[in-house]
């Protein structure tokens, strides 16, 4: 069974089992799950929010970001709201377990309800990754720009052989320390940013340059980064099923959206505020050149650098898994010593590679992130929660919850339509 969830840093491996009724382990208290999706929930999207805003308008920007921390928390429930009529009915014979979105996807569609869960979620870390390699060869360029040493440099001879090598560690319990850290970076060098952008508030400005509201033309775009933002799907079952008490989920789920949302509002106001319609895509890279700014880039890329290897994991498990169970592979492993283990490693080293190539490629860092969460993270947190509901609950649904998820549903094909009409027709909103 395919796994599609990154580790829980702040629990226990008996903790994280997940599954049904919660059993087999002590369960974890609602501090540690709360903390596990603030740690799930921060990452590099939110230094894109201040360009996101510049876009946007600071108001059109903030209530956009709000309503889709809402329509996510919403959608987030309903899956778990799927699972539990799925356990429930599925005690009679205890034939049913969902531990994954892709369960759940295969329960409601079969398997091409499965593959396409688990293809999306695939993307969606893909783009992640790819997100953190782009930031990292960016913000390391500019800490060593009087050596001229192109971002896609630094990407190639220090970031991909150190990624590639990290790829060898599968074991959770040897990345959850390190990634408990590189997260304490991130809020860490965070806070110093918007301090930073505080201080440049005190300055003289000028109100022209910063707009409240840039058309309904420029929204997508914003939408689309803070859908990246809140992207963390693939934790929702077993964030969940790891609770001691799993009925106080929705409220600890609340408490950290109300939390990183406030956040995220914020910092993205703050930050076009301070730099106006000069805020970069990376907002790090409006800091002035001195040796804070430096330790805050560096601070971010190493915490990027140690957390890259539980963001790709979720893509190398699908993708050996599938290659685990396929003849062609097993015969062409057939002849090596060690094949399961050399060959898959092989995978995973190209795996790495080709999201560095990747990371070379993409125009910018907004736009990059916004069209992953326009697209993929739309149809993640919008389109297929709302299709599992009314699928599996429909007949028990009123008119007003049936109402909602349909709507939900059509805004989600539209949004992610649009943002594919978009990129194949060269316009970006981004530029």
């Given at each position: 069974?395919e796994t599609t969830e990154r580790s829980?840093?702040l629990?226990d ?5 997940g599954?049904g ?9 609602s ?7 603030v740690v799930?929930?921060?990452?590099t999207?939110?230094?894109?929010l201040?360009y996101a805003?510049?876009?946007?308008g600071?108001l059109?920007g903030?209530l956009g970001l709000a309503?889709a921390?809402a329509v ?8 778990i709201?799927c699972?539990?009529?799925l ?5 009679k ?16 569609f079969?398997?091409?309800?499965r593959?396409?869960?688990e293809?999306?979620?695939l ?5 992640t990754?790819v997100?953190?390699l782009?930031?990292m060869g960016?913000n390391l360029s500019?800490v060593?720009s009087?050596y001229?040493?192109s971002?896609s440099?630094f990407?190639?001879v220090l970031l991909l052989?150190?990624?590639a090598?990290?790829s060898f560690?599968?074991s959770?319990?040897v ?8 997260d ?6 965070m806070?110093?940013v918007l301090?930073?952008d505080?201080?440049?508030?005190g300055k ?5 340059k910063r707009?409240?509201y840039?058309?309904a ?9 803070a ?8 934790l ?7 609770m001691?008490?799993r009925r ?6 609340l408490?950290a959206?109300?939390?990183i949302g406030a956040?995220?509002i914020?910092?993205?106001v703050?930050?076009y505020l ?9 907002i790090?890279?409006n800091?002035?050149s001195n040796w804070?700014?430096s330790i805050v880039?560096v ?7 140690f957390?890259f290897?539980m963001?790709?994991h ?8 599938k ?8 015969k062409l ?6 094949r399961?283990?050399?060959g898959?490693?092989a995978?995973r080293?190209l795996i790495?590679v080709?999201?560095?190539f ?12 916004s069209f ?5 993270c739309a149809?993640?947190?919008f389109?297929l929660?709302?299709?599992?509901h ?5 007949s ?9 998820d349909?709507s939900?549903l059509?805004?989600g ?5 649009y ?6 027709s ?6």
């Open positions: 069974m829980l840093p629990l491996e008996n903790q994280s089992g599954g009724g919660g059993g087999g382990g002590v369960g974890a208290t501090a540690q799950t709360l903390g596990n999706i799930s929930l921060l990452g999207g939110a230094l894109g201040p805003f510049r876009i946007s600071w059109s903030s309503t921390a996510v928390y919403y959608c987030m429930l309903l899956l709201k699972r539990n009529k356990e429930e009915e599925g005690d014979d205890g034939s049913v377990q969902i531990q994954t979105y892709g369960d759940l996807g295969a329960v409601a079969g398997v091409p309800g593959c396409l869960t293809v999306l979620v993307i969606s870390y893909a783009g990754a997100s953190y782009f930031f960016e500019s060593f009087s001229a040493i971002p440099a990407v190639f052989p150190l990624e090598a990290l560690i599968r959770f319990s990345l959850a320390p390190i990634s408990v850290f590189a304490a970076c991130n809020v860490l060098a806070a110093i301090a930073v505080v201080r440049q508030l003289p400005w000028e109100k022209a707009s409240a840039n058309g033309w420029s929204l997508p775009f914003a939408g689309g980064v859908m990246f933002c809140f992207e963390a799907f693939g929702t079952l077993s964030l969940e099923a790891s001691a008490e106080k989920f929705p409220w600890v789920l408490q959206f109300l939390g956040t995220y914020c910092f993205g703050f930050g301070a730099y106006g319609d000069d805020t970069n895509d990376i790090t890279l800091l002035p804070l700014s880039k601070g971010l890329c190493t915490a990027l650098a957390t290897p963001t790709i979720p893509v190398h498990e699908i993708i050996e898994n290659l685990d169970s396929s003849e062609w592979f097993q492993c057939h002849n090596l010593p060690g399961n283990w050399l898959l490693q995978v080293m790495v080709a999201v560095a990747l990371a070379t490629s993409v125009p910018g860092f907004a736009i990059l992130i992953i969460g326009s697209t993929v149809l993640l947190a389109v929660p709302s299709t599992f009314l699928k599996l609950m429909g028990s649904l009123t008119p007003l919850q049936r109402v909602l349909y939900i059509g805004i094909l539209v949004f992610a339509g943002s594919i009409y978009s990129a194949a060269g316009h970006s909103m981004g530029s």
